[in-house]
């Protein structure tokens, strides 16, 4: 519960996971695009499983997405708060794209971070940008809520999230990703029924365009552009039946890897499921939805899609771990993981300054 610390065990799995949930649905770059999640299934038979996979270097690298969650985790860990916390991610965000070879971060995260100027006043905000509306900035906001758990930390939680999610993503479907992100993880933390994962981010939405509006910068394009996030997360949460936050989920009779291709589609903004702010999070949340305590099905339908499946791993890999940690996971997954014992530090420390020293 909220007011309980989890073992660091779990906060250990968190960050672990969502690297094994990118690189997974990475594959050195083979299967973040591919089209078919058929092919890609087809493609894990012949390596033999998710048993048969040994998840590190060199054919198995983290993506952008962790080299930049890591900035976000690593950044948190400093203990810094208010201002100077948003000048050291946006600092961290720069130097992680130093270490792109190979991984392909987004253009949207490479024009946003050559927009910032960290050190100066302000220089952790770039220009509004209507193009904004991708995924990488709910891609690296799981760590904000490890930090920032408690239903107490809440508006916290929506302005740490909010303005590291638009120092490179300016637009509300993009920035409203990584708000989506971190509340998730703030609420597998407190162990909260994921039947009200989605109508708790609906009731949240308000505070944050109130925070957004009040913070007043550009707040005529942001208020233009708020409704389609919110709406289609009302959309999504009708088609589950979980508009009222009460289970169980209502999925699809047939709703195999080629019917989730074409479902996860319908969720997109163009075609390209889980490429954008407001479907990355959607994936992996009705991914967590289905799979229950099964890692095997977790992958097979938030790391291997049709679509950015790199994306939508990261963020339903660290949700699972909060709740299930390490067990039924296959240790080639994760136990040679590039950068693993940097997810490890990063979480200890977010461990101990969100719970105190505690470690049941």
């Known amino acids: 519960m909220a007011g309980t610390a989890p073992p660091l065990a779990a906060y250990r799995a968190a960050m672990v996971l969502s690297g094994a949930g990118d690189a997974l649905g990475y594959r050195n770059q083979r299967w973040e695009y591919c089209p078919s999640g058929p092919q890609i299934h087809a493609e894990l038979a012949q390596l033999g499983g998710l048993q048969g996979i040994w998840a590190t270097l060199p054919d198995w690298p983290i993506s952008d997405d962790t080299v930049l969650h890591l900035a ?9 708060e208010g201002e100077p916390l948003l000048q050291e991610l946006a600092r961290r965000y720069m130097t992680a794209m130093g270490d792109m070879e190979g991984r392909k971060p987004g253009p949207t995260s490479i024009l946003g971070t050559s927009q910032l100027r960290p050190g100066e006043p302000g220089g952790y905000q770039i220009p509004f940008n209507p193009h904004a509306t991708g995924c990488g900035a709910a891609m690296r906001s799981m760590a904000i809520g490890l930090r920032y758990p408690r239903p107490t930390e809440l508006r916290t939680l929506i302005q740490i999230s909010v303005e590291s999610g638009r120092m490179t993503h300016h637009h509300p479907t993009g920035y409203l ?9 703030a609420y597998a933390v407190q162990g909260r ?24 910068v550009a707040t005529e394009p942001n208020m233009e552009a ?3 996030f919110p709406d289609k997360w009302a959309w999504y949460l009708a088609e589950r039946g979980l ?22 589609r319908t969720f997109s903004l163009e075609g390209w499921a889980g490429r954008s702010g407001h479907d990355a999070p959607m994936i992996a949340y009705d991914a967590l ?13 938030a790391m291997f899609h049709g679509g950015d499946s790199d994306s939508t791993g990261v963020i339903a890999g660290c949700c699972w771990g909060l709740a299930h940690g390490l067990a039924g996971v296959p240790e080639g997954n994760h136990a040679a993981l590039e950068y693993h014992q940097r997810m490890e530090a990063a979480a200890d420390r977010l461990h101990a300054l969100a719970w105190g020293n505690s470690n049941p």
């Open 72 to 80: 976000t985790a690593e950044a948190l860990a400093t203990g810094l």
């Open 177 to 185: 990703g990584a708000l989506a992100s971190a509340l998730f993880t």
């Open 193 to 216: 029924p994921l039947a009200q994962w989605g109508a708790g981010l609906l009731q949240t939405l308000p505070l944050a365009q109130d925070y957004v509006r009040d913070a007043g």
């Open 226 to 228: 708020w409704g389609y």
């Open 243 to 264: 508009a009222e936050g009460h289970g169980p989920p209502r999925f699809p009779s047939s709703y195999g890897p080629a019917e989730r291709d074409e479902i996860y």
């Open 289 to 301: 939805l289905g799979a229950g305590d099964s890692w095997d099905e977790l992958c097979s339908r």
